[in-house]
């Protein structure tokens, strides 16, 4: 999310950003995503990584989801950015509770509405805790939630584990009969 950095990565051999401050305030990281004409992924966090989970509340956390990523799409196209640049992120975890976690998992399709490819990241993520478990052992629930998000529109998944990942979506393409597959970035 620092301007600096994401600079520099793109001189030294990366091709993406991923922001999680939806390009700033400023709009600079935008700039830069407009200047080396690559990727970059527009994340809805409440407040900042230190506050964010200070008592998120929302009205309609789709509401939220669909008026921010309006103001911020409209901000990257004034900047430059092409369509084929921007990828969404409603920000699982990030300034959310449980409840509005599920609702953006089950919802997600409502997204589609702009356009542009909807990335998730929900491994190992605290909501999908059973009984305080540590990160490492939420596998089963990551796999399960995934499926879920795959199947409701997410067509970019941000995972840890790349092998596990790639074998559910492998059946669950075949059952229902569309290639999930190509939906993983490690």
Do not use: W
Not at 7 to 25: P, Q, R, S, V
């Amino acid at each position: 999310y620092k301007p600096q950095v994401g600079k520099y990565a793109l001189e030294n051999g990366f091709n993406m950003i991923n922001d999680i401050t939806a390009g700033g305030e400023s709009g600079k990281m935008l700039e830069i995503a407009a200047l080396f004409n690559c990727p970059i992924v527009l994340m809805h966090m409440q407040g900042n990584p230190l506050t964010m989970q200070n008592e998120p509340i929302y009205d309609d956390i789709m509401d939220e989801l669909k008026h921010y990523f309006e103001s911020k799409i409209e901000l990257a196209k004034n900047i430059g950015l092409k369509d084929s640049q921007i990828i969404i992120d409603p920000g699982i975890g990030f300034g959310k509770r449980i409840v509005d976690n599920d609702t953006i998992i089950n919802k997600l399709g409502d997204l589609k509405q702009f356009g542009f490819p909807v990335l998730i990241g929900i491994s190992r993520k605290s909501f999908l805790s059973i009984d305080d478990d540590e990160a490492e052992n939420r596998l089963p629930a990551t796999l399960g939630a995934t499926a879920l998000a795959v199947k409701n529109g997410a067509e970019i998944i941000r995972v840890h584990d790349v092998k596990e990942n790639f074998r559910m979506l492998t059946v669950i393409s075949r059952i229902m009969q569309r290639n999930y597959v190509n939906k993983i970035i490690v």
